[in-house]
């Protein structure tokens, strides 16, 4: 791993830790094993450290979201299935969400971050509705504005009052819900099924 | 206003201004127009000060819930709006809540928090299903279990992209694709009628 991944990553587990008040430079050097200087170089300060996490997760995590899939409605749900799997292995994922949800210094950044997952959801929603698996009276942008929150809080408390050990059952009744409001009855079944089948949960 | 409540009000600004960790006895004592000595008769450490916060947050959430509602279903509406208007103008509140999603040292407390909350929104989904209000194969507990995450993240998010000027918006979307997943469909267009009478949107 080059040296500023090895930073970033140090920097996630310490930021997931401890938050970002509470983390400092030189415990974020030491879990790189780089100096402080080596480590200037690459963030000269934590806000930009922060700000490096939240974009790389922002990376990882929109690589999972595929829009060329026969079903529309299916890549939402195997999207959220993805980035479930991430917040339970990768700390930059897990770090730079927490982060995302601070205010204050990060305001900006996270206002910007929030947008573009709505965006790119809201689209899916699109295409789903104009695919004809959903039917609802709802946009698809206010799909996008719910769904995106509402995926965000189930993993929250999930790890708030598990450490995110019900992490795949809740987001998987998170789904069924959302389905049975939105999906059209005859894709209905079938969308059910890929969330038994993403989140290995009894239909 | 007796000289504890004043403090927790003082503390409540200072956390939901700049988090747990960059919140400092001393400013909550200044904030507050007490001696640190007054501060540290009632709080000894800034932790039992934020488990101040979060207790007095619940004790005031948890009176919006009413169990004695002629349609359950139109009671959980009522109280998400009653808890959401406290989030506009309760610093209480609004820390108590930010104060709850941060883990560490508050781990058993928020996970108790959230337990709790779960606990009361299941019970009033199970007897909404009993009035027949609701139809669903989703059981009380997964209804709570998922309803007061989904929640959680709208307000969240809300707070993260607009200073929570779309909560109320926000909340009464999440609630037409909660009450069009569950509601029996003889019920549905009066549920949603409360929605947009609870927080004054268009149907």
Do not use: K, T, Y
């Given at each position: 791993m080059e040296r500023r991944a090895v930073i970033l990553e140090a920097a996630a587990r310490e930021f997931e830790r401890v938050g970002f008040a509470a983390t400092t430079i030189a415990a974020v050097a030491r879990e790189a094993g780089v100096s402080q200087g080596a480590l200037h170089f690459h963030f000269p300060t934590k806000l930009s450290l922060a700000l490096g996490v939240i974009d790389e997760q922002n990376v990882r995590t929109f690589d999972?979201?595929?829009?060329?899939?026969?079903s529309p409605a299916e890549a939402l749900v195997r999207a959220s299935r993805g980035i479930a799997g991430m917040l339970l292995t990768d700390p930059v994922v897990s770090a730079g969400i927490r982060l995302s949800l601070?205010?204050?210094?990060f305001g900006a950044a996270t206002a910007a971050f929030y947008d573009q997952w709505i965006g790119g959801i809201s689209d899916l929603f699109r295409l789903a509705i104009a695919s004809g698996e959903l039917r609802t009276d709802l946009t698809p942008e206010q799909l996008g504005a719910t769904v995106v929150p509402m995926f965000t809080g189930v993993q929250l408390v999930s790890a708030v009052r598990t450490g995110r050990q019900d992490l795949f059952p809740a987001v998987a009744t998170m789904w069924r819900m959302v389905l049975t409001a939105v999906a059209e009855p005859r894709h209905r079944p079938r969308l059910l099924g890929v969330v038994a089948d993403a989140f290995g949960t009894a239909d």
């Open positions: 999972v979201v595929s829009h060329h899939d026969a601070e205010r204050g210094e």
